[in-house]
T-cell receptor, first 108, second 113 residues
């Protein structure tokens, strides 16, 4: 079983749609959680950190459920520019472990 | 400034060559990382340096040799690589091992011929 699991997609959604990504992690020692965005042939870029209390940044909302070891990302009012691969990340005291990523394609 | 700079951006090398990848950050971060990423796969951790000391080696073959000359620089020395080592090599840094977040450089796209 992978340490961080995501649905690989692709998720094909029209502009303006709301889309949700889910992720589970297996290492109970994980203590920090993030969503990264990666465009084709580019480096991963930090989208947002994820907290148990939930956090929102504009159209993006992230949530963490420690009991279920589950992380989510909600994107509202999708834009064409949101098309990318979204990587779920769980970190312990010494390293970050990446999920395989979920590919999002937003279309006109 | 949340910039991690990697050079070169692209590298083609033969299996008998020796080359080095370089990474630099001036954010005062004390943890630096090398990741390897193959196409359509997530980044895989190779090495972690904390306060210029090697903290983690994820069982990486000895043909990859990391070096941390000072707190701002991280090198990856390459020798006798195989074609299957062709990948995107990403450097990242964070304030310390506990993060909180890691920032990535643009990567070096390596092709071994």
């Amino acid at each position: 079983r992978k340490e961080v699991e995501q649905d690989p997609g692709p998720f094909n959604v029209p502009e303006g749609a709301t889309v949700a990504f889910n992720c589970t992690y297996s290492n109970s020692a994980s203590q920090s959680f993030f969503w990264y965005r990666q465009d084709c042939r580019k480096e991963p870029k930090l989208l947002m950190s994820v907290y148990s209390s939930g956090n929102e940044d504009g159209r993006f909302t992230a949530q963490l459920n420690r009991a279920s070891q589950y992380i989510s990302l909600l994107i509202r009012d999708s834009k064409l520019s949101d098309s990318a691969t979204y990587l779920c990340v769980a970190g312990t005291a010494s390293k970050l472990t990446f999920g395989t990523g979920t590919r999002l394609q937003v279309t006109l | 400034d949340t910039e991690v700079t990697q050079t070169p951006k692209h590298l083609v090398m033969g299996m008998t060559n020796k080359k080095s990848l370089k990474c630099e950050q001036h954010m005062g971060h004390r943890a630096m990382y090398w990741y390897k990423q193959k196409a359509k796969k997530p980044p895989e951790l190779m090495f972690v340096y904390s306060y210029e000391k090697l903290s983690i080696n994820e069982s990486v073959p000895s043909r990859f040799s990391p070096e941390c000359p000072n707190s701002s620089l991280l090198n990856l020395h390459l020798h006798a690589l195989q074609p299957e080592d062709s990948a995107l090599y990403l450097c990242a840094s964070s304030q310390n091992l506990q993060g909180p977040e890691a920032f990535f450089g643009q990567g070096t796209r390596l092709t071994v011929v």
